[in-house]
């Protein structure tokens, strides 16, 4: 099993191994753990986010590692680059994910308090 995961992170991988079993693979099984889970509720959201984090990163760090392990060279600096990409970017999308989430959560409090205001005190008149 340990060299199941350290191969990619030697890289001593073939790249289309590392898309298809460490990136596909792992996201289908990622995604099928979370189906029971449906509407995803705060504390699961969270702890899906951060389970993605890391094997996001695994996965970014794994692919940069594997990136000229296939017979088309030029590959290498597509993958290379479209990881170098993902870093700057991710941590922007979990920045947005994270103000737009504390802003939902927020309006729902709203929501529900005058919800509850306006049936303590005999509906909308």
Do not use: K
């Amino acid at each position: 099993m340990s060299a199941l995961l350290l191969e990619p992170l030697q890289g001593r991988t073939q790249l289309w191994r590392v898309v298809l079993i460490y990136g596909f693979g792992v996201n289908c099984v990622l995604s099928l753990a979370a189906l029971p889970f449906q509407p995803l509720q705060s504390t699961t959201l969270w702890l899906f986010l951060a389970i993605g984090l890391i094997v996001g990163l695994y996965q970014m760090f794994v692919l940069w590692q594997c990136a000229y392990n296939s017979r088309f060279r030029p590959l290498g600096f597509i993958i290379r680059a479209c990881v170098a990409v993902s870093i700057l970017t991710v941590p922007l999308f979990i920045y947005i994910f994270v103000t737009q989430y504390q802003v939902h959560a927020s309006n729902n409090r709203f929501e529900r308090s005058r919800v509850a205001s306006s049936v303590s005190h005999g509906g909308d008149r």
